[in-house]
């Protein structure tokens, strides 16, 4: 060490040695817990209900197409699903039937040429709304 390091350090600690310690003051316990108890509790906001089905709704949507294709799926391992011949012979059928008078309306070509686009704006549309966190409403 240098010969100046040395007077630094002697310097330094007469410094500190003749500085009285620092010490709050008498009140100064009363005054921070008055301050506490100022403070009012703050409750959190409650959820809102469309919060908690905008984050449901892809895991249904997930859930009804895994049913839809156990139901009407011919893999032989998915024969095991409960009820499954009732929805092939009860539910689909009526299903056929309630969709067979949309198909007039969309036999033209134009229609489902405009159908197809806004359907894959929409599904764009959607898909970046959910990956970029912000709300579709």
Known sequence: MEKDDFLND???RELILQ???DSPSDDFVARVMAGVESVQQSNPAPKS???YIKNIT???L???????????????FLNWFPGKYYYLNNLLPYFA??????KNAFSS????F???VFASAGLLFVVDRLLSRKTIF
């Open 109 to 112: 070509k134009y229609v489902s």
């Open 19 to 21: 500085s009285p310690s």
């Open 58 to 60: 892809p895991y249904l």
């Open 49 to 51: 209900y469309t919060l």
């Open 62 to 76: 997930l859930s009804l197409l895994l049913i839809l294709v156990v139901s009407t799926s011919d893999i032989p």
């Open 114 to 116: 405009g159908m197809l």
């Open 10 to 12: 002697d310097f330094l």
């Open 97 to 102: 039937t309630l969709f067979s008078g949309l």
